[in-house]
């Protein structure tokens, strides 16, 4: 069993910058995929990014160039830094651990474990 803490969530301001960590607990996840969900108001829970176990990254389109994961196995601990925030980018966002690509894609319906999330907020 895995257990998942985000943190490192709050409020920015437009075009400012956050980072969101996630400690894993319970056993190792250095060989699992690892990967940030997101989920606004009214909107179904969407992929942002993943790493594989080899450290090659996956992003949704709407953050290329702005949202960095990074993962560190010795401290079981996944990032996501996040650079140029914009309002849309606000949401309540997921850490996920042990979960299938599909297309280049995090695939919800395969993540094993979820973390209880960490609001981000970004105002204009």
């Known amino acids: 069993q895995v257990q998942l803490a985000e943190s490192g969530g709050g409020l920015v301001q437009a075009g400012g910058s956050l980072r969101v960590s996630c400690v894993a607990s319970?056993?190792?996840?250095?060989?699992?995929?690892m990967g940030w969900f997101r989920q606004a108001p009214g909107k179904e829970r969407e992929f942002v990014a993943a790493i594989t176990w080899g450290s090659r990254t996956y992003y949704i389109d709407s953050v290329k160039g702005r949202f960095t994961i990074s993962r560190d196995n010795a401290r079981n601990t996944v990032y996501l830094q996040m650079n140029s925030l914009n309002p849309e980018d606000t949401a309540v966002y997921y850490c996920a651990a042990d979960l299938l690509l599909y297309e280049g894609r995090g695939d919800a319906q395969t993540v094993r474990y979820w973390g209880q999330g960490t609001q981000v907020t970004v105002s204009s």
């Open positions: 319970g056993r190792t996840v250095s060989r699992q995929i």
